[in-house]
């Protein structure tokens, strides 16, 4: 078996893990992993721009808000959704998503580096704007609750059980979709262009086409990451599109490993059960997190997912003439 | 909608904007040494609030205050500096995290020292009163904010135009390479912009909190508002901060009266699309 089949194997036996034991644990643990795998498609769209194209978005919250608000605002004023047309609204909030990237792409896929970090900034809050002051389509500060979810016949997400399997199903779509993309020549070439972009353009490729396609493909699953939202949380409100969200999910790919998609997952993961089961146990909880982010910034530079690498180079380092000793055949 | 609207909308836009000077003027200088974007700047404008209301509280001299919470903050901005951020070596994103952890860390032991509540930092009564100009009445505290920030924008103008030091940092903005080249040591530069930055953000939280109020959150919500002024003005640039700050605090106030509902649209849409033509803001130096 190859190296990359084994990690794949891994992520398989994880995910089945979950799929065994979750349902059978408490209410309180079932909604924390549907929040978290909600989220977590969110988390890897941003791991599509930083990691593999080498883009760090501070305006990722953005798709999950209007993903999220379309959701709500059908749901509530049209009664759209909330049956088998639910699956239209899933394709319609990455519809949505993606018209939003595309629209916010021509003008942020021109700046590289901090200035793009700031132009999404700028675009996130834009969108944060709107859902904050347009009252009459967003509900304002106090945003919108949904009070349904769909109904498929006899089977009701209106049940945390069938809901979690439904969120699931969606994720684990979600995560092979995108690990089809990055591994194709498209997100091959995406690579080359976050490792040096010139050298991509001299070899003829249109770089800024390529990030342009990345930046819409990211936008998609940020809506769609924002219709599970709306529907796991039963509340949309300008909160989702706040700044610290963006940063959030920045932060859990870069926690996790940016460049992995799978070390996002387990970054969201981390923080969700993180601030929501410590913030149960002890008050200052939010110490925890912010000394996890800064150790990490510091001296994880990898993510958790670098880990392995590191512990390796690090034997080779200190184990070297040890083992030029003892197994000279080894390698 | 006579002329009074006017004039006291405009009244009012100027004086916010005195305020947004104060924090986006460290925000662009701290950009435009070090090139860090940082995400803290909004937590030394809420610790700065609060670390004032303390003084408050034991010393009851606003007076006090003002200085000794700028100065605290400023010595947390320096801490912040040397300490994490320098040797850090130059890496935005990972910058920018730091700053961000910190942002989350500050926020936390805010909550800790001063609970949740809100509190209005209250001025002195002679501040207090409002001066009636051909009818119309301008509370005088908005007035001392703008003079306030006029006096340290001359100050800052001055000290960057007509010393020495002002000179090294003004290099340092232009072509930071070339300045430690020649002779100038880039990294005691940035430790004074940092704190300084820290310094202006502080003073803004005391004065602005008499009439924004200091509670849990408005770290993040004073944090973009400062980044438009910067992106607006023009990063390392302390005109083009004066600038931005007038007009981001004339296009809120004019937003919130005349267009509710989009008020902040009309805010950070402008700022994206300077951004995207000009990344380097109106009045940025190349």
Known sequence: ?331 | MNLNFWVIQAFNGISYGALLFLVGSGLSLIFGVMRIVNLSHGSYFLLGGYVALSVIWTTDSWLLAIPVAALAIALVGLVMERVFLRPLGFDPLRQVLLTVGFAFLFQQAALDIWTGNNFDINPPAALSKSIAIGGIYFPLYRVFMIVTAAAIGLALWLAMEKTRLGAQVRATVDDAEMARGVGIDTSRISMMIFSLGAFLAALGGVIGGAFLGIYPGLDFEMLPIAFAVVIIGGMGSLGGAAIGALLVGLADNFGKALFPEISYFTLYAPMALILAIKPTGLFGRE
């Not at chain 1, 969108?127 to 009701?156: C, H, M, Q």
């Not at chain 1, 799978?262 to 925890?288: D, K």
Request: net charge positive; hydrophobic share 55%; with cysteine.
């Open chain 1, 1 to 331: 078996m190859s190296s990359q089949a084994v990690k794949i194997a891994i992520v398989v036996a994880a995910l089945a893990a979950v799929l065994l034991v979750v349902p059978n644990t408490n209410s309180f643990v079932m909604l924390l992993t549907t929040r978290a795998l909600a989220f977590a498609i969110l988390v890897m769209s941003v791991d599509i721009l930083l990691g593999y194209t080498g883009l760090a978005s501070l305006g990722q919250a953005a798709y999950l808000a209007v993903g999220a608000y379309a959701t709500a605002i059908l749901a509530t004023k049209y009664h759209i959704g909330l049956g088998w047309d639910f699956w239209l609204v899933l394709l319609f909030g990455m519809l949505v998503g993606a018209a939003l990237a595309a629209l916010f792409g021509l003008f942020a896929i021109r700046a590289t580096g901090v200035y793009f970090l700031m132009i999404t900034l700028a675009l996130g809050q834009c969108v944060w704007g709107l859902a904050y002051r347009w009252n009459s389509l967003t509900g304002g500060d106090n945003g919108i609750n949904l009070r349904e979810r769909p109904k498929f016949g006899p089977i009701d997400l209106a049940n945390e059980n069938t809901f979690f399997f439904l969120v699931f199903a969606v994720f684990c779509v979600s995560l092979v979709m995108m690990y089809t993309l990055v591994r194709s020549p498209f997100g091959r070439s995406l690579a080359g262009i976050r490792e040096r972009e010139l050298r991509m353009k001299i070899l003829g490729y249109n770089t800024w086409l390529h990030k342009y396609i990345a930046f819409i493909i990211a936008g998609a699953f940020g809506g769609l990451s924002g219709v599970l939202w709306a529907h796991t949380a039963g509340i949309v409100s300008p909160v989702n599109v706040e700044l610290p969200t963006s940063v959030d999910a920045l932060l859990m790919a870069v926690l996790g490993g940016s460049g992995t998609l799978v070390g996002g997952v387990i970054g969201t993961f981390i923080v969700f059960f993180l601030r929501e089961y410590l913030s149960t146990v002890v008050p200052w909880w939010q110490y925890v997190l912010g000394v996890v982010y800064v150790a990490t910034i510091l001296y994880l530079p990898t993510g958790l997912m670098g880990i392995p690498e590191r512990l390796r180079q690090w034997r080779a380092k200190s184990g070297n003439p040890q083992s030029r000793k003892l197994a000279p055949a080894a390698s």
